[in-house]
């Protein structure tokens, strides 16, 4: 399915620090993602690097990949992390080898890419034992905050369609506006 993606013309609201860790928390992001400093890691959908920035001093290599080079122009601006590269691609074409990705994430932007083809893609690039963290809007939220509610995926949804695309769920976690989950590959 897949939906509009951010306005980057709004980019500076990805920025507000405690707009988004209300959501999830760098410290949470970090104990799903269960890095090494030898990990290559992507970041689906990073926007302004706000995340990236939490992870990049955890990893060995991230890739900060976003479909609007405007995001990324924006990252640039604000200072991009030595071991970050940012690349301009849809998640559904991902210019990485073949299981050259040890771990893959998205904040807040599996419901603009979620698709046959872009989970197919992700599944390809993660390495054997590879893990994939998303943290997304859930569709039992209000709706207050993130995309209109009808534009979201519940918790179950996603589950389903991960495992159906040869993921295992090792955690599932589903909060008033937003869900985590952390997907290994079978």
């Known amino acids: 399915m897949g939906y509009h993606t951010f306005d980057a013309e709004r980019a500076d609201k990805l920025e507000v620090a405690g707009r988004r860790y209300r959501f999830v928390s760098a410290e949470e992001l970090l104990w799903a993602l269960s ?6 890691v992507a970041d689906l ?3 302004t690097g706000f995340f990236t920035d939490d992870v990049a001093p955890y990893a060995g290599e991230v890739y ?4 609007q080079e405007e995001m990324h122009e924006y990252y640039r601006g604000k200072g991009v992390p030595e071991n970050v590269d940012l690349v301009t691609s849809d998640v559904s074409d991902l210019p ?3 299981g050259g990705v040890d771990t893959a994430f998205s904040t807040m932007t599996y419901h603009e890419f979620a698709s046959d083809a872009a ?10 034992d590879g893990r994939l963290v998303v943290v997304d809007w859930a ?3 209000t709706g207050e905050n993130g995309p209109p509610v009808d534009e979201r995926y519940s918790a179950d949804e ?8 040869g993921f295992d769920i090792e ?11 952390i997907a290994t590959l079978e």
């Open 139 to 141: 569709a039992t939220g």
């Open 158 to 165: 996603a589950t389903d369609t991960l495992r159906e695309v």
């Open 119 to 128: 989970l197919a893609e992700i599944r390809r690039v993660l390495a054997a």
């Open 35 to 40: 890095l090494s400093p030898e990990d290559t």
């Open 64 to 67: 900060a990949v976003d479909v």
């Open 45 to 47: 959908g990073s926007g």
């Open 171 to 181: 955690h599932e976690a589903v909060r008033p506006e937003t869900f985590l989950l």
């Open 96 to 98: 990485f080898d073949d």
